[in-house]
């Protein structure tokens, strides 16, 4: 049997200084690392003032990076290859998702997944096979890694926020219309926002845009 990696990472308490009434976990892209995206809690921080942030390293180091880490590696975009890739590290995710829960005392619905690239790619990927339906997901500038087994592999439907840039030269804009067009159509609650002139990044639309929809699924 195939021991399933243990994800740690670094993590933002609350700005309160209670205890966590809810949960932001961070997934970061190819070849960063859990680092990255802790640095998006201070902006979060103040309008979420109970919530403690995660942000894990992926499981996987990734070559020719010292200090990057992969979701899975991205050898290849094909079809198929994104498919397999994405459930290479689902059951980690998992696995961490329910260790945060169970430490803390909260329920699915008091956890948002926010992902960036590969990141957004697990999180749309491992929030929708959860039995008890997550409070939200946000991914920035990513995909569905497997749209064509979504329809049979969802069992929740969180609501969902995707955000682009429609200058992004490493997943071109099109993903997220192809993402939302494919979420709305199994009923999915998907809002959308595309930022001019952006590459593959976060702007301050974006970080405000997440905001607001933090608040309203986790408050």
């Given at each position: ?53 995660l942000s894990p390293d ?162």
């Open positions: 049997m195939t021991q399933i990696p243990t994800l740690d990472g670094p993590s933002a308490a609350p700005a309160s200084g209670g205890p966590a009434k809810s949960l932001v976990i961070f997934l970061h892209g190819y070849g960063s690392n859990g680092a990255d995206l802790i640095d998006l809690a201070p902006y979060w921080a103040s309008a979420l003032p109970d919530t403690l942030f992926a499981p996987q180091p990734c070559d020719g990076l010292p200090y990057g880490r992969q979701w899975w590696p991205l050898t290849s975009l094909a079809p198929a290859a994104r498919a397999a890739g994405v459930r290479v590290s689902a059951p980690a995710l998992d696995a961490y998702i329910d260790a945060q829960l169970t430490a803390h005392g909260l329920g699915e619905d008091k956890l948002a997944l926010v992902g960036f690239s590969q990141g957004t790619m697990m999180a749309l990927h491992v929030g929708p096979r959860r039995a008890r339906t997550l409070a939200g997901i946000i991914g920035f500038s990513g995909m569905l890694a497997d749209p064509d087994a979504l329809a049979d592999e969802a069992v929740t439907k969180p609501p969902i926020l995707l955000v682009h840039g429609d200058r992004d030269g490493v997943l071109p804009v099109e993903a997220l219309h192809q993402a939302e067009n494919e979420l709305k159509g199994l009923d999915f609650d998907v809002a959308s926002h595309v930022s001019s002139g952006l590459g593959h990044s976060i702007d301050e639309a974006g970080l405000q845009l997440g905001a607001r929809f933090l608040i309203k699924h986790l408050a």
